[in-house]
């Protein structure tokens, strides 16, 4: 589905290029064509709605007329009760009648819902449950993209742009490339990276990986066993539920453990052991120090941190 909430528009222009033979407009009924979903950019969809308006407005619906009596009768030999008939009937009279608001409106709805977004921009869903099987692999085009992913293994990745990508089930892939993106894993083993500029990552109810690449990033784990790597950046970290690893190496700004577990969580200093790193207490928090690498641990003390059972 390409945008959220967009479900009744399609179906009246899906009903419509049923209806009418329009001739000459093949972006009619292409842009429905649920057996081969691609990727259709918000320019794409914005002339789709001007190309069946216009046909509606277009369309001489006044032969329809002369043909309600054998419609009436095939929807009765369809097996269709009176109740039912008469709502159909009534459907087609509303078009009869020159009455194109229902439609009309809502595409109106649907321009407005597009506002916020340039011609170049993607929106697609794959919602579980429709036409497609299996994973899918979307990649955006540097613009402002939105992708939804379905229950099985995914790839989605936004390239530039302020992007937003989730992943729900499966073990997904989310690559949000240049500028602030949005990253959300959901269920299954899922591999997050932010690539460059201000990112928010978050995983779901997996043993998930989190980078946070470029960019002072908020990187955010789940239920599971995660990996959490920032970057370079200064970047906030939590690992949430689960026993997570917080991975750092030489190039890395001063990041910060938000929510480190003493006794259930580890860090990776580049490998350095207990007797290579400086342990320098600030405040209620303790600064980690080996080589250029700095990683504040919020809320524990010198002595919980001094343990070897701490560091990988």
Sequence with gaps: MLLTDTTDLESWADYISSLVAITGSPDLTKGFDWSSISKMTV???LD?????E???EAFDWSFYAS???TIRTQLSAAGLGASEIDAAIGFLEDFISGDLSLITEGFDTVREALAGYAPGDDLIEALAGGPISGGIRLDGDGGKDEFTGTASDDYLSGAGGNDKLLGLGGKDDLFGGGGSDKLRGGAGKDKLEGGNGKDNLQGGSGNDTLKGGGGADVLK???G???IIGGAGNDKLWGNRGADDFIFKSGDDRDVIKDFNVGQDEIDLAGASVDDISFIKKGDDVLLRYDDIKVLVENVTRAEMMDD???I
């Design 43 to 45: 320019g794409t969809y």
């Design 67 to 69: 043909l309600l009596p």
């Design 309 to 311: 059972d701490n560091f």
């Design 221 to 223: 784990g789940g239920g």
């Design 48 to 52: 789709l709605l001007d190309t069946v």
């Design 225 to 227: 066993k995660d990996k």
């Design 54 to 56: 216009t046909a509606l």
